[in-house]
């Protein structure tokens, strides 16, 4: 399995690091773009991500990287997907504004009919309407829209849990089995007496 991580300078970057060790696990190759700002944001989010990321990918890319194996078309992934992603990211991707390695290994996968094996997390809050329209506008070519929107139905007891919900849903989106998120099952804790 080959699957190309991009991650970008938003909010969330445990996000990318929870599916990356999951990747590792089930021997996937990985091949990684941290982009100067996703840098940045390391630095008040999680200091050793990126010694972490060269770690376990196969490969970790520059954004400027732009002669790398995954800027071409005839490079074949089974998915990529950009988490976190920055709203200027997602702009750049609904626009084919291709200025950077993840933009371009992005307007790759639409040119070549992969529309679906993408899966774009964004993490902004509130969202403008720029914002709306650049997820519809991929959303309607079959990209997956996933939004870092943790669910609390399981009682998360960690923000590792919180995180792995996260990871574990974008991987399933990707087509990664994986067990990192809980299943939905109907059976709350105490039920409440139906009142007659
Ligand atoms: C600490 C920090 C947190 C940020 N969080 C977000 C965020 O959650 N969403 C977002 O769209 N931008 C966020 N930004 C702004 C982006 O980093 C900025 O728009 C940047 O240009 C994105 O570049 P990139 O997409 O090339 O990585 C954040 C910036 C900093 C410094």
């Not at 970057?13 to 599916?19: E, F, G, M, P």
């Not at 200027?88 to 933009?103: E, M, P, R």
């Not at 307007?107 to 964004?122: F, H, N, S, W, Y």
Request: proline share 6%; charged share 25%.
């Amino acid at each position: 399995m080959r699957i190309v991580l991009c991650v970008t300078g938003a909010s969330g970057i445990d996000y990318a690091l929870a599916i990356a060790r999951e990747l590792a696990q089930q021997h996937a190759e990985t091949h990684c773009v941290v982009t100067e700002n996703a840098k940045l944001v390391m630095k008040y989010e999680a200091p050793a991500a990126l010694r972490e990321f060269k770690r376990i990918c196969a490969r970790v890319y520059g954004e400027k990287q732009i002669d790398a194996p995954i800027a071409s078309g005839s490079f074949r992934a089974d998915a990529l997907i950009v988490c976190p992603c920055s709203m200027k990211t997602l702009s750049a991707i609904a626009n084919g504004f291709a200025y950077n390695l993840v933009a371009r290994a992005a307007d790759v996968a639409l040119k070549e009919g992969d529309a679906r094996k993408i899966v774009l997390v964004p993490r902004e809050m509130p969202w403008s309407v720029v914002a709306f329209e650049n997820a519809l506008k991929l959303a309607r070519l079959g990209v997956v829209i996933a939004p870092a929107s943790p669910g609390f139905y399981d009682k998360p007891k960690s923000v590792a849990d919180l995180t792995n919900f996260v990871a574990g849903r974008v991987l399933a989106a990707a087509g990664v089995e994986n067990a990192l998120y809980p299943r939905w099952s109907k059976k709350p804790e105490k039920p409440n007496k139906v009142r007659k």
